[in-house]
């Protein structure tokens, strides 16, 4: 059984919403350890332009395994770790600090 840990970049098989086809994309893990099948995960995107609150690039996503400049959306996706297709790297500390900071204020936590 895999095992993800916060903060770990995965790609994940996004479903589209009317589920006819889905797409491979990379995501970050949010959750703590815990025994559910399922992750939570933040969407990460290439399109690094007008970006909401909270919304960031990456500054190290060559380090966490990206491949071109990257950002967080907007956004906490449950899925089931069989759509993780496999991890390509880490968040660095910097990165997980401003994502979490980013979560409590989308969550209206702070």
């Not at 895999?2 to 491979?24: H, Q």
């Not at 007008?50 to 990206?66: D, H, I, P, S, Y």
């Not at 956004?75 to 979560?103: C, M, N, P, Q, Y």
Request: without cysteine; positive net charge; charged residues 20%.
């Amino acid at each position: 059984m895999p095992s993800y840990s916060k903060n770990e970049i995965v790609l994940v098989r996004y479903p589209f919403s009317d589920l006819t086809n889905a797409k491979v994309r990379p995501a970050v893990i949010v959750n703590a350890p815990h025994t559910s099948q399922d992750v939570l995960i933040v969407p990460l995107t290439s399109k690094t332009t007008e970006l909401l609150a909270g919304e960031f690039v990456l500054t190290n996503w060559k380090g966490a395994g990206l491949n071109v400049e990257t950002a967080t959306k907007r956004g906490i996706f449950t899925l089931h770790e069989k759509l993780v297709l496999k991890s390509v790297g880490r968040l660095v500390t910097k990165d997980a600090e401003k994502l979490a900071t980013s979560l409590q204020e989308w969550l209206g936590l702070q």
